[in-house]
């Protein structure tokens, strides 16, 4: 049986949900060559995202810091870092 996904193209929402959840995500390039953000589609990151749609509170400065490094991981996936 495979094992489900949650996949979003979102940097604020990967960003988001590796916050709330701890879990980073996979980078995979989808069908036209853009990176999606991959995460296993359990309870955890089901209400991390949940809570980014309800606008909940989190430390900017982290959320910064995730948010660079996760854009970073993505040029750098695409070929596109310096």
């Known amino acids: 049986m495979a094992t489900e996904k949650f ?21 995979e390039a989808d069908p036209s060559g853009k990176v999606q ?4 589609a359990d309870e955890g990151i089901r209400k ?12 900017i400065c982290d959320f910064v ?3 660079k490094r996760t854009k970073a991981a ?3 996936r695409r070929g596109c870092g310096r």
Request: net charge negative; charged share 15%.
């Open 48 to 59: 991390a995202v949940l809570s980014y749609h309800d606008g909940a509170l989190a430390p």
């Open 65 to 67: 810091e995730i948010f």
């Open 7 to 27: 996949r979003t193209r979102d940097l604020s929402l990967a960003s988001a949900v590796t916050l709330i959840s701890g879990i980073e995500p996979v980078m």
């Open 74 to 76: 993505m040029f750098n």
């Open 37 to 40: 953000f991959t995460f296993p």
